[in-house]
């Protein structure tokens, strides 16, 4: 098993967007390190004949006809939690940094 | 004891029945239970939101309709707490979290929306862990919620808020979710009735995610009936979610009512009786098993090997769904949003207000699920974890070809204190050895009173699980088990719990509110 390195935890920070402080990435490194250590055991029986469960109970596609129903949120109300919004759009920030 | 206080003592069924016989009014009964909610829960802290006026305004309306001789529900008129990660019109809902403080959703939960049109009566919403993360409450953004056996003790988690309120009588009917015991296990540390039903049994429209696939939504109450009562209400198809299992229901009210465990075959887990359980737990589990024995049932032991790998492969699959789930507050389209000093791009900002916004618990477990879904470990991580859930349900399988039922402690120990495992993530989710099983299998699982332990004189639970969609097997085994209990207690077991307005004058003058 591979030993996990601050800059792994920095690294999946990132990839989960959540800016974490040098103190945090520090506490993380090793915490990470002994649950992965208690979880590792999974591997033990996890032989190539045994075939994974994604779900408990077996279904199989569930479809319905593609029209919108009367049960949907109106413009209003799907804004209505948005930090920031301009009429009828949520409004984001810049896309691009400078220096991209 | 006076009126407003033998109200609140009521079942939901006793209320219910008095309601119907016009012996009280729903805006009583509601009263009675805001006045409660008013005098012990700055103790308790069971609840981040009351909603007295909404109350109030529900329940004359249904007095109204009552008067007017229309069609009501069994439980109408009967108030009801709601765990915050379930949405809800016009209370804020925040699953815990600071990302979701004063959130108000345009829309209900669909087992928010059936309790609404059988006419039970929303008192507010319960306090959690953060996003259903944890085992006692202590992740909650906003505190902890106390034990109301002693108030320095955890009440479970993560539901531990709708645990709280039912045993210190400031509702009579709660609902909770359960993903790897969130239901159940606070039921066995605070002397009440937990069920967390099969898998699809009830939506999961409106239910904050944590994880997709373990998730359930299942009634949190003080007897047996009740719970079952609630599950009637809440069960059943909804085309909002299409993992809800479409065959109709049998009810379970009347698994209750005709409980008879003779010839019941029931399966003691070997692998769930051993000596990493305390003492007092064992006991009251073995007493409970010989009682059910007395009275007809049949008791065989049966192996599950696979159990013990059920943490770990918990502990991936979770962190994994929730990594994912979580993704959505991305401070756009509601929750928080912080922008760094002197601006940012929409991934800064988004970085900002995850970091501003989520607990220690919740980062942790997000950068756990990542790291496990990464190219590269995704096969020895989380593929794994997968066999490992095959693995569990071939053991529930085996086990379920010998015996009707399965019984376990629900948990390794009484309640502990505050703050003992906060520290040591590692010992937190051992908490929840018992209850895991049912949830990466899908089965349903539930927790009812089985006495106090001797070493400490604090609740202990009992669990029984049952084979996928057979939930009015738990009701019939577990309405026995309590009705035979009660009878040897001399009454239910809520009734040895302390009188918390002591509790509450001790604390004011301590200085602790």
């Given amino acids: 098993m591979p030993e996990i390195s601050a800059e792994q935890v920095a690294h999946l920070a990132n990839l989960a967007r959540i800016a974490l402080t040098e103190e945090e990435i520090a506490h993380l490194t090793t915490e990470l390190g002994q649950i992965m250590q208690a979880v590792e055991q999974v591997n033990q029986v996890a032989t190539p004949d045994v075939p994974p469960t994604s779900h408990p109970i077996p279904m199989q596609n569930v479809f319905r006809a593609d029209v919108v129903t009367d049960d949907v949120l109106s413009p209003e109300q799907a804004l209505s939690g948005a930090p920031e919004r301009d009429g009828d759009r949520f409004v984001v920030s810049a896309i691009l940094g400078e220096e991209q | 004891m006076s009126h407003s206080d033998e109200l609140i003592r009521l079942s939901a069924a006793e209320l219910a029945g008095r309601l119907g016989r016009g012996e009280v009014s729903s805006v009583e009964a509601t009263q009675a239970h805001l006045d409660r909610i008013a005098a012990v829960d700055g103790a308790v802290h069971a609840f981040l939101h009351v909603n007295a006026e909404g109350a109030l305004r529900a329940a004359a309306e249904v007095d109204r309709a009552r008067a007017a001789g229309e069609s009501l529900g069994e439980l109408a008129g009967v108030p009801i707490a709601i765990k915050d990660v379930l949405v809800t019109e016009g209370m804020p809902s925040t699953s815990g979290s600071k990302i979701l403080e004063g959130w108000i959703p345009p829309y209900d939960a669909t087992p928010v929306r059936k309790v609404r049109e059988a006419g039970l009566v929303p008192l507010g919403k319960t306090n959690m862990d953060e996003f259903a993360m944890g085992s006692s409450t202590e992740h909650s953004a906003y505190g902890p919620t106390h034990n109301p056996w002693d108030l320095d003790r955890i009440p479970g988690g993560s539901g531990g808020g709708s645990a709280a309120s039912v045993a210190a009588f400031e509702a009579p009917l709660a609902l909770g979710s359960d993903t790897g015991g969130s239901i159940r296990q606070p039921a066995h540390v605070t002397g009440t009735v937990g069920v967390k039903p099969t898998y699809g049994a009830v939506s999961r429209y409106g239910s904050i995610a944590l994880a997709s696939s373990l998730d359930q939504i299942g009634p949190v109450t003080r007897t047996v009936l009740d719970a079952a009562l609630l599950q009637d ?103 928080l949003r912080v922008t760094p000093q002197g601006g940012g791009t929409v991934e800064q900002v988004m970085a900002a207000s995850r970091e501003a916004g989520f607990g220690p618990e919740v980062k942790r477990r997000i950068i756990l699920g990542t790291y496990a879904l990464s190219a590269g470990y995704y096969d020895a991580y989380y593929g794994s974890a997968q066999k490992v859930r095959t693995l569990v349900q071939r053991d529930f399988d085996q086990a379920f070809a010998k015996v009707d039922v399965l019984a376990t402690p629900t948990a390794p120990t009484t309640a502990f204190k505050l703050g003992e495992k906060l520290d040591d993530p590692l010992a937190m989710y051992l908490n929840d050895i018992a209850t895991i099983p049912a949830n990466l299998a899908g089965v349903p699982g539930i927790s009812l009173p089985a006495g106090l332990a001797p070493e400490d004189g604090l609740p202990v639970g009992i669990q029984f699980l049952a084979p996928a969609r057979q939930d009015a097997r738990l009701y019939n085994v577990g309405g026995a088990l309590e009705r035979l209990l009660e009878a040897e207690w001399g009454g239910p077991l809520l009734a040895k719990a302390p009188d918390l307005s002591t509790h509450e004058l001790t604390a004011t003058e301590e200085g602790a509110l």
Avoid at chain 2, 254 to 263: L, N, Y
Avoid at chain 2, 298 to 316: C, K, R, S, T, W
């Fill in chain 2, 233 to 335: 209400v809440i069960a059943g198809h909804d085309p909002h979610d299409s993992t809800s299992i479409a065959e109709p229901w049998p009810s379970m009210a009347e698994a209750v009512r005709r409980a008879d465990v003779q010839g019941l075959r029931i399966g003691v887990v070997k692998e769930l009786d051993t000596d990493g359980f305390q003492t007092g737990v064992r006991q009251r589990f073995h007493e409970s098993l010989e009682l059910l024995e007395r009275n007809g049932a049949e008791i065989v032991e049966v192996e599950a090997p696979n159990f013990e790998h059920a943490i770990a492969a918990y502990y991936l699959i979770l962190p994994a769904e929730a990594s994912s789930n979580l993704a959505k507050f991305d401070s756009v389209r509601f929750g």
